[in-house]
C-alpha cells in the first residue's frame, strides 16, 4: 500500500496473487490509526484470506500497515515498511504547519518554489501533481499522527526500509522507527522517497529476500 503502490516486478517474479483497494478516503490521525486499518481486515475478511499474510506499506500505506499488525495481529506473519510516515518532531511539525497554510493560500507550485530545483526527483514530481487540498488534508494528518504505541504493539517480522536520498523521511528518522518495533530489521537502500517507483527492481529483490526468510516467497 502506499495510497496504493506495489512493484509489479515482485509479484511477476514470486507469482504472488494481487488484490488492490483503491477506495478514496479522507485520511485523518484516528482514520489511520482506526477506520483504515480496520477496512483492510474487513477485505481480507470479504475476499476470504484467512490464512497468515505478509503487510507491506509504503509512506502512509506504512502508517496504515503499522497500525493493521497492531490492532490484528492474528493474521500477520510478515510486516515491511517502507519509508514509513509516523510521526515528526516539533521543529518538523512547526515547518509542516506553515507549508500547509501557504498550500491552501497559494498553491502547491507557489508553497515548494523554495526547494524544487533541477532536474527534480520523481518524489517531487508527484507532490506537484498532487490535488492541492488534498495534499493539505494528507500532511495535517501527518503533523499530528503518533504511532508509538501501535509500533510498541507489533509482534512480528518486520522489516523497515530507508532511502539514502530520501529527504522527506531521511534514514535517521527512519532508524527511530525501527528502534522502535521490537526486533525489527532496518535496512538502508540506494534510493530515494518513492523507492518502488524509483528503483522498482531493488525494492523487489529485497522484498523477496525478506518474504524469503520469513516463509512466502513462492518459487
Known sequence: MRGCTIT?????????????????????????RSDVADDLAALLAALAITGPVAIVGAAVGAAVAAAFAARHPQPVAALALLAPATMLDEAKRARTE???ATIERLGIRRAFA?????????????????????LAATWRMLAGLDLDADLAAIRCPTLVVAGRQDAARPPEHVAGVAARIAGAELLVLETGHVMAIDTPELVASTLRDFLARTGFLIA
Open 98 to 100: 506553515q507549508r500547509i
Open 8 to 32: 509489479s516486478t515482485l509479484l511477476a517474479t514470486a507469482a504472488l496473487p494481487l488484490r488492490v483497494e483503491k477506495r478514496a478516503v479522507l485520511l485523518s490521525k484516528q482514520r489511520v
Open 114 to 134: 523554495d526547494e524544487t530545483g533541477e532536474p527534480r526527483s520523481r518524489y517531487e514530481e508527484l507532490r506537484l501533481a498532487a490535488d492541492p487540498a488534498g
